[in-house]
Protein backbone atom coordinates (compact mmCIF):
# COMPACT_ATOMS: atom_id res chain seq x y z
CA UNK A 1 0.00 0.00 0.00
CA UNK A 2 1.37 3.14 -0.84
CA UNK A 3 1.25 6.17 1.38
CA UNK A 4 -1.62 9.01 1.28
CA UNK A 5 0.01 12.09 -0.47
CA UNK A 6 -0.96 14.92 1.82
CA UNK A 7 -1.63 16.82 -1.30
CA UNK A 8 -3.86 14.92 -2.48
CA UNK A 9 -5.60 14.69 0.80
CA UNK A 10 -5.63 18.39 1.41
CA UNK A 11 -7.04 18.80 -2.37
CA UNK A 12 -9.83 15.97 -1.76
CA UNK A 13 -10.93 17.58 1.82
CA UNK A 14 -11.32 21.55 0.18
CA UNK A 15 -13.27 19.86 -2.30
CA UNK A 16 -15.53 17.85 0.39
CA UNK A 17 -15.87 21.34 2.29
CA UNK A 18 -16.33 23.34 -1.03
CA UNK A 19 -19.18 20.79 -1.86
CA UNK A 20 -21.12 20.66 1.21
CA UNK A 21 -20.72 24.39 1.75
CA UNK A 22 -22.48 25.27 -1.93
CA UNK A 23 -25.19 22.72 -0.97
CA UNK A 24 -25.71 24.32 1.80
CA UNK A 25 -25.76 27.55 0.40
CA UNK A 26 -27.55 27.18 -3.17
CA UNK A 27 -30.64 24.59 -1.20
CA UNK A 28 -30.58 25.01 2.25
CA UNK A 29 -29.30 21.27 3.04
CA UNK A 30 -26.38 19.56 4.94
CA UNK A 31 -24.41 16.97 3.01
CA UNK A 32 -24.70 14.11 5.51
CA UNK A 33 -24.57 11.09 3.40
CA UNK A 34 -26.36 8.28 5.34
CA UNK A 35 -29.68 11.29 4.99
CA UNK A 36 -28.72 11.50 1.69
CA UNK A 37 -29.24 7.79 1.13
CA UNK A 38 -31.99 6.93 2.94
CA UNK A 39 -33.73 9.73 1.27
CA UNK A 40 -32.34 8.17 -2.20
CA UNK A 41 -33.71 4.46 -1.31
CA UNK A 42 -37.21 5.84 0.34
CA UNK A 43 -36.19 5.05 3.42
CA UNK A 44 -36.71 8.26 4.75
CA UNK A 45 -39.54 10.69 3.85
CA UNK A 46 -38.19 13.93 4.43
CA UNK A 47 -35.21 15.81 3.26
CA UNK A 48 -34.23 16.74 -0.06
CA UNK A 49 -36.35 16.26 -3.02
CA UNK A 50 -35.50 12.51 -4.07
CA UNK A 51 -34.24 13.30 -7.57
CA UNK A 52 -31.55 15.48 -5.93
CA UNK A 53 -30.95 12.80 -2.95
CA UNK A 54 -30.30 10.47 -6.21
CA UNK A 55 -27.46 12.51 -8.31
CA UNK A 56 -26.08 13.14 -4.62
CA UNK A 57 -25.74 9.15 -3.86
CA UNK A 58 -24.87 8.38 -7.78
CA UNK A 59 -22.08 11.36 -7.98
CA UNK A 60 -20.18 10.49 -4.99
CA UNK A 61 -18.89 6.99 -6.92
CA UNK A 62 -18.76 8.91 -9.97
CA UNK A 63 -16.82 11.71 -8.56
CA UNK A 64 -14.51 9.17 -7.26
CA UNK A 65 -13.78 7.01 -10.53
CA UNK A 66 -13.38 10.95 -12.44
CA UNK A 67 -10.76 11.96 -9.88
CA UNK A 68 -9.31 8.52 -10.38
CA UNK A 69 -8.95 8.91 -14.36
CA UNK A 70 -6.86 11.92 -13.87
CA UNK A 71 -4.91 11.18 -11.02
CA UNK A 72 -2.93 7.25 -8.84
CA UNK A 73 -5.71 5.23 -8.50
CA UNK A 74 -5.65 4.63 -4.90
CA UNK A 75 -4.87 1.10 -4.49
CA UNK A 76 -7.61 -0.81 -1.87
CA UNK A 77 -6.85 -3.69 -0.26
CA UNK A 78 -9.79 -5.46 1.72
CA UNK A 79 -8.02 -7.60 5.09
CA UNK A 80 -11.36 -8.55 6.33
CA UNK A 81 -13.70 -11.01 5.51
CA UNK A 82 -17.51 -10.95 4.44
CA UNK A 83 -19.10 -11.43 7.09
CA UNK A 84 -17.41 -8.91 9.16
CA UNK A 85 -18.05 -6.04 6.60
CA UNK A 86 -21.18 -6.88 6.41
CA UNK A 87 -21.79 -6.85 10.47
CA UNK A 88 -19.77 -3.48 9.98
CA UNK A 89 -21.88 -2.23 7.78
CA UNK A 90 -24.40 -2.57 9.69
CA UNK A 91 -23.55 -1.58 12.87
CA UNK A 92 -22.59 1.70 10.71
CA UNK A 93 -26.36 2.11 9.08
CA UNK A 94 -27.87 1.37 12.74
CA UNK A 95 -25.83 4.02 14.28
CA UNK A 96 -25.88 6.61 12.00
CA UNK A 97 -29.84 5.96 12.11
CA UNK A 98 -30.07 6.51 15.86
CA UNK A 99 -27.16 9.41 15.93
CA UNK A 100 -29.10 11.12 13.05
CA UNK A 101 -26.42 11.09 10.76
CA UNK A 102 -23.28 9.84 9.68
CA UNK A 103 -19.59 11.20 10.10
CA UNK A 104 -19.96 13.45 7.10
CA UNK A 105 -22.66 15.32 8.00
CA UNK A 106 -21.93 15.47 11.43
CA UNK A 107 -18.17 15.64 11.49
CA UNK A 108 -18.00 17.91 8.65
CA UNK A 109 -20.80 20.15 8.25
CA UNK A 110 -22.00 20.07 11.48
CA UNK A 111 -18.83 20.79 13.20
CA UNK A 112 -18.36 23.02 10.57
CA UNK A 113 -21.21 24.84 12.03
CA UNK A 114 -20.87 24.50 15.82
CA UNK A 115 -23.73 21.95 16.15
CA UNK A 116 -23.89 20.99 19.52
CA UNK A 117 -25.22 17.88 18.47
CA UNK A 118 -23.02 17.19 16.09
CA UNK A 119 -20.03 17.82 18.88
CA UNK A 120 -21.43 15.41 20.60
CA UNK A 121 -22.08 13.06 17.83
CA UNK A 122 -18.53 13.23 16.18
CA UNK A 123 -17.03 13.05 19.40
CA UNK A 124 -19.08 9.55 20.07
CA UNK A 125 -17.86 8.11 16.90
CA UNK A 126 -13.94 8.80 17.07
CA UNK A 127 -14.67 7.77 20.99
CA UNK A 128 -16.09 4.37 19.60
CA UNK A 129 -14.16 3.99 17.20
CA UNK A 130 -10.75 4.53 19.13
CA UNK A 131 -12.18 2.02 21.72
CA UNK A 132 -12.85 -0.35 19.34
CA UNK A 133 -9.05 -0.34 16.93
CA UNK A 134 -7.65 -0.76 20.58
CA UNK A 135 -9.98 -4.16 21.41
CA UNK A 136 -9.78 -5.17 18.13
CA UNK A 137 -6.08 -4.83 18.04
CA UNK A 138 -4.67 -5.79 21.47
CA UNK A 139 -7.65 -8.17 23.21
CA UNK A 140 -8.77 -9.77 19.91
CA UNK A 141 -5.45 -9.83 18.40
CA UNK A 142 -6.87 -9.08 14.80
Known amino acids: MQPLDPIIAI ?5 IGTAAALLLLMSGRIAGVSGMLARA ?10 GQAVAFVVGLPLGAMLVSAFLRAPEIVVTSSIPL ?22 GVCGMARL ?11 MGAGF ?7 HVVGG
Open 11 to 15: VGGLL
Open 41 to 50: TGIADSGPRR
Open 131 to 137: ILVGVMR
Open 115 to 125: SPRSLAATATF
Open 85 to 106: LLTAGLLVGFGTRLGNGCTSGH
